[in-house]
Nanobody, 127 residues
Framework: DVQLQASGGGLVQAGGSLRLSCVASGFTFNDHVIEWYRQAPGKKREEVSAINNKDGTTYYATSVKGRFTISSDNAANTVYLQMNNLKPEDSATYYC????????????????????WGQGTQVTVSS
């Protein structure tokens, strides 16, 4: 069975940091893009960041560029999202997802066309 287990959320003050983890199993990790999305109450889901495990390339939404860093530990089938300088507007439920790597992986990520989805982890940033 495919599993994507997200963890690491919590409550933090503005300016603080959190590191989210996404542990994957049940598919070929190195052939997939691992993606982070978030959704706040009453708002549509938005893409946050992704890493293509096939070649290590990454993508960041403009709103998090320079503050968030995505990394992958292929030996542990785990992707991390280091979130620094958090802002109240970063508060949301964060989901990890996986999509088979392709030439159009960025477009697929932006369109939310993941093959697999995990459960979310809640991030709350207080002002």
């Amino acid at each position: 069975d495919v599993q994507l287990q997200a963890s690491g959320g919590g409550l933090v003050q503005a300016g603080g940091s959190l590191r989210l983890s996404c542990v994957a199993s049940g598919f070929t990790f190195n052939d997939h893009v691992i993606e982070w999305y978030r959704q706040a109450p009453g708002k549509k889901r938005e893409e946050v960041s992704a890493i293509n495990n096939k070649d290590g390339t990454t993508y960041y939404a403009t709103s998090v560029k320079g503050r968030f860093t995505i990394s992958s530990d292929n030996a542990a089938n785990t992707v991390y999202l280091q979130m620094n300088n958090l802002k109240p507007e970063d508060s949301a439920t964060y989901y990890c997802a996986a999509d088979r790597s392709s030439w159009s992986w960025v477009e697929e990520f932006i369109m939310g066309m993941a093959d697999y989805w995990g459960q979310g982890t809640q991030v709350t940033v207080s002002s």
